[in-house]
T-cell receptor, first 115, second 112 residues
Framework: NAGVTQTPKFRVLKTGQSMTLLCAQD?????MYWYRQDPGMGLRLIHY???????AKGEVPDGYNVSRLKKQNFLLGLESAAPSQTSVYFC??????????????FGPGTRLLVL | AQSVTQPDIHITVSEGASLELRCNYS??????LFWYVQSPGQGLQLLLK??????LVQGIKGFEAEFKRSQSSFNLRKPSVHWSDAAEYFC??????????FGGGTRVLVKP
């Protein structure tokens, strides 16, 4: 039981390049989230998904796209990376029922540097 | 819109001393409240959560937090800090539907 895993752990991009961050969870959670973490600002929600095939915008969605084709995976895409997207990205998932509902479980993070 | 304020950006505490981290929230209804801890280079680990019931909540690693509705606060406490408690701590408020809003975090430094 790996919980929430993220790929890659670290990436350097040049401005304008694209990339996809992969999040996988093996807890059969319905809900999945992507956050970015910047110094002094806590975590801010980028996009989230309440189930396979659904996505919704969070607090800071501009410049990002997401897809949830399979229940266990949630992909975050950057079509044209900008230096302002340099950050640490965290994926999380949560259940909708049972003793752990409403509790988000986080992956280890992906550090992205955009030059 | 919901919001969370952690007034202290940094706190330095001596090993063995007590620790209290402040969290104030703004939310229109009864909130779900969480404290997470992040060690350097790591993801976030849940310390404790409050949904309803007893306003004093016990968590892992000897932490506890008290929900005070009248003060819109959910402060985190530990009676005796260990060097391994040096980390960044995040308070978060949520609602049904699981969307969380995080505070800016408090970094705790532990002096030997």
């Amino acid at each position: 039981n790996a919980g929430v895993t993220q790929t890659p752990k670290f990436r350097v991009l040049k401005t304008g390049q694209s990339m996809t961050l992969l999040c996988a969870q093996d807890m059969n959670h319905e809900y999945m989230y992507w956050y970015r973490q910047d110094p002094g600002m806590g975590l801010r929600l980028i996009h989230y998904s309440v189930g396979e095939g659904t996505t919704a915008k969070g607090e800071v969605p501009d410049g990002y796209n997401v897809s949830r084709l399979k229940k266990q995976n949630f992909l975050l895409g950057l079509e044209s990376a900008a230096p302002s997207q340099t950050s640490v990205y965290f994926c999380a998932s949560s259940a909708t029922s049972g003793p752990t509902q409403e509790t988000q479980y986080f992956g280890p993070g992906t550090r992205l540097l955009v030059l | 819109a919901q919001s969370v304020t952690q007034p202290d950006i940094h706190i330095t505490v001596s090993e063995g001393a007590s620790l209290e981290l402040r969290c104030n929230y703004s939310y229109g209804a009864t909130p779900y409240l969480f404290w997470y801890v992040q060690s350097p280079g790591q993801g976030l680990q849940l310390l404790l959560k409050y949904f309803s019931g007893d306003t004093l909540v016990q968590g892992i690693k000897g932490f506890e937090a008290e929900f005070k509705r009248s003060q819109s606060s959910f402060n985190l406490r530990k009676p005796s800090v260990h060097w391994s408690d040096a980390a960044e701590y995040f308070c978060a408020v949520g609602a049904a539907g699981n969307k969380l809003t995080f505070g800016g975090g408090t970094r705790v430094l532990v002096k030997p």
